[in-house]
C-alpha cells in the first residue's frame, strides 16, 4: 500500500504570553491508502492541532507550522498558495469535527450547505447539486431526504446533524478523511452507527481516514494503525491487534489498562495518576517521567528517541534503550 499522508518531523507551535508551546513537537507519521489510523491521546496531546496543521487551519499571529513537512498524494501541502490549498480542502481532503453545530451556518438550509461544495469543487449547476445533496442525505441513512434538505440546522438532532457532516464530507469523494472525535458528543448508539456508515464509506470508496479519538473503544472498533500522542509527541505507534496485545511505552499501558468496551462511550481515558505537564515547563526529558512507575534517571535528563520495538511497533521509551540499561 502506497502512503496517501506523509508527515515528517511536523512542528506547529503557538505563541503565549508566557512562551513558545510546542502542542505538536516534531511528529511523523503515514496514512496509506485505504487504511484507517487513529490518533490517540488526552486532551492537549497535540491530536487536533496536527489534524489542523494537515488542513491548513493553524493561522493567525499566534499559531504557526514551524517546520517539517506534509505530503498528501505526493504534494507537498505547507508549499501551496491559499488558494491551492482551498482547491484541496473540502475536496480531497475533507474534516468531520466533533460538533456539527459550529460548522454548519445556522441561517442556511441543510440542502444549500450539503450543494456548495458541489458547486464549488464538482462544479454541478444548482439543479444537479441539489439532486445529489437529496442522494446524499439519503446515503447516510436519513429519510424523508427532501424534506431535511429544505429544514435549518435547528431543527434537526446531534446525531442527524453529524451525519448531514458527513454527507458534506463524501460529497466530493475525498481520497483522504478526516474525522476529530466525531461521535464525542452523542450517545451510544448513535455513536455505533456512526462509526459504521465511515466504515462502510471507507470500504466502499478506498478513502484513507485519520481518527481522532481519546477514546480506546472506537481506536479497537475502526484502527488498522494506531498513533498515541503525549504532550506533543508520539509515544508510541502500531498495527492496532499487536499494539493492544503487547503495549511497549508506559503510557499505552496506562491506557489500555482501562480495558476498553466496545460500544460503550468512555468521556475520559483511565486515568493515569498524575497530570499531563505544563507545555511551558517542558526540559529535555521523557515527559511522562512524572507519571510513570519505572521511571530512572536518564528519564528525567534525555527525550528518547522514537525506535523500533518489534514488528510494526515502535516507542519513544529507554527502557527499550540499552543505554539506558547501562544507567540503571
Ligand atoms: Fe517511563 Fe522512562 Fe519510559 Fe518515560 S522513558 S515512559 S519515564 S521508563
Ligand atoms: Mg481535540
Redesign the pocket.
Known amino acids: 500500500m502506497n502512503n496517501l499522508l506523509e508527515i515528517e518531523h511536523l512542528q506547529t507551535h503557538f505563541k503565549t504570553e508566557e512562551g513558545t508551546v510546542r502542542a505538536v513537537d516534531d511528529i511523523s507519521l503515514n496514512v496509506r491508502k485505504g487504511e484507517i489510523v487513529c490518533i490517540v491521546g488526552e486532551s492537549g496531546s497535540g491530536k487536533s492541532i496536527t489534524a489542523m496543521s494537515v488542513m491548513g487551519l493553524i493561522e493567525g499571529p499566534a499559531g504557526r507550522v514551524a517546520g517539517g513537512s506534509i505530503r498528501f498524494d505526493g504534494e507537498d501541502l505547507l508549499k501551496l498558495s491559499r488558494n491551492e490549498l482551498r482547491t484541496i480542502r473540502g475536496n480531497e481532503i475533507a474534516m468531520i469535527f466533533q460538533e456539527p453545530m459550529t460548522s454548519l451556518n445556522p441561517v442556511l438550509k441543510i440542502g444549500e450547505q450539503i450543494m456548495e461544495p458541489l458547486m464549488e469543487h464538482q462544479k454541478l449547476s444548482k439543479k444537479a447539486a441539489r439532486k445529489r445533496a437529496i442522494e446524499l442525505i439519503g446515503e447516510v441513512g436519513i429519510p424523508r431526504a427532501e424534506q431535511i434538505a429544505d429544514s435549518y440546522p435547528h431543527e434537526l438532532s446531534g446525531g442527524m446533524l453529524q451525519r448531514i457532516m458527513i454527507a458534506i464530507a463524501i460529497s466530493c469523494g475525498p481520497k483522504l478523511l478526516i474525522a476529530d472525535e466525531p461521535t464525542t458528543a452523542l450517545d451510544v448508539t448513535i455513536q455505533a452507527q456512526i462509526l459504521d456508515m465511515l466504515r462502510k464509506f471507507k470500504e466502499e470508496s478506498d478513502t484513507s481516514i485519520l481518527l481522532i479519538t481519546h477514546d480506546l473503544g472506537v481506536v479497537a472498533e475502526m484502527a488498522d494503525y494506531v498513533v498515541v500522542m503525549y504532550a506533543g509527541k508520539v509515544?508510541e505507534e502500531g498495527e492496532v491487534v499487536e499494539l493492544f496485545e503487547n503495549p511497549k511505552?508506559?503510557?499505552t499501558q496506562g491506557l489500555l489498562k482501562s480495558k476498553p468496551i466496545i460500544n460503550q462511550r468512555q468521556d475520559e481515558l483511565y486515568s493515569i495518576p498524575g497530570q499531563v505537564p505544563n507545555p511551558l515547563e517542558l526540559v529535555p526529558s521523557?515527559y511522562?517521567?512524572d507519571r510513570?512507575a519505572?521511571?530512572?534517571d536518564?528519564?528525567r535528563t534525555k527525550q528518547?528517541a522514537l525506535k523500533q520495538v518489534g514488528g510494526q511497533q515502535k516507542a519513544?521509551?529507554?527502557?527499550y534503550e540499552e543505554e539506558?540499561i547501562a544507567h540503571v
Do not use: E, R
Open positions: 509515544v511505552h508506559p503510557y521523557c511522562f517521567h510513570c519505572h521511571c530512572m536518564i528519564c528518547p519513544a521509551c529507554w527502557l539506558a
